[in-house]
């Protein structure tokens, strides 16, 4: 049976949240972000194991090495991190050749992307356990949707159209996909801005498997907010279902 990889490129530097460290390594309930995501992969059953691609010069991850010492053996770290999520990724995949085979999974998920919950992810394994090529957690557009153009004086935006929601969907992480085919689709197309663009462009089409809005990725400063909120509504969720299964 093919095993299930799972590589999260960190390499990024997060500078549209305007913070001083990259947006990976900032607080969310005492913990880095990271550390969310990594909580999640590496105490999922499917998963063999877990690598972080860490930009060569990264100065934030042995900060916490106690904190990804919990994880034991299931996590591994590659400073291999490119300019770009696709070659991060790219290189991730070379680094990992002699342990994965062709027909293996690779899980590819954002490291900004804290709220991923154990249910979504098993989701996503299951519906693609049988799959050829493999897809990615996605939402269906619900709101309207606007094309914008820059107001000629430079006061801002203005409408240039609506545009027609139906069939949209927005793409979101993990993307899961055949070792094999995503390593080859990334070596000919890393112009991307995820992993299913570069499958897209190699000839697949790949499966999008329903998930919900809640699997948000912090990019701007109230993002971490809601982040946080969601995350703490589950951990009450999960304290008031104990105290209910031990009474």
């Known amino acids: 049976m093919a095993q ?40 999922c059953p499917e998963i063999v194991r877990v690598w972080v691609a860490l ?58 992307r804290p709220c991923l919950s154990p249910a979504m992810l098993d989701h996503l394994v299951t519906t693609l356990a049988e799959d050829a090529v493999g897809g990615l957690l996605a939402a269906p557009l619900a709101d309207t949707l606007k094309r914008g153009e820059a107001v000629r004086d430079g006061a801002g935006v203005q409408v240039r159209e609506t545009l027609p929601r139906a069939g949209l969907w927005l793409a979101q ?18 112009a991307v801005t995820d992993e299913a663009g570069a499958m897209e462009a190699a000839g697949f089409a790949p499966r999008l498997v329903d998930s919900d809005i809640s699997n948000l990725k912090v990019t701007y400063p109230t993002d971490l907010a809601l982040a946080e909120w969601i995350l703490r509504g589950r951990e009450t969720q999960e304290t008031e279902r104990q105290k209910h299964d031990n009474t």
């Not at 990889?5 to 972000?33: F, V």
């Not at 010492?69 to 790219?90: E, I, P, Y």
């Not at 070792?179 to 890393?190: F, N, V």
């Open 173 to 190: 992480t993990p993307q899961m996909f055949r070792y094999g085919l995503l390593r080859a689709a990334l070596t000919t197309h890393d």
């Open 4 to 43: 299930c990889y799972a590589i999260i490129p960190a390499a990024g530097s997060g500078s549209r949240l305007g913070a001083e460290l990259p947006k990976q390594y900032l607080n969310i309930m005492g913990r880095p972000l990271l550390w969310h995501v990594l909580n999640v992969f590496c105490h």
């Open 55 to 112: 930009s060569p010069g990264d100065a934030y991850w042995s900060e916490w090495q106690t904190l990804w010492q919990t994880f034991g053996d299931r996590l591994g770290v590659l400073f291999c991190g490119g300019a770009s999520r696709a070659k991060s990724v790219r290189n991730a995949l070379a680094a990992v050749g002699d342990t994965v085979l062709p027909d293996d999974w690779v899980l590819v998920h954002d490291a900004a």
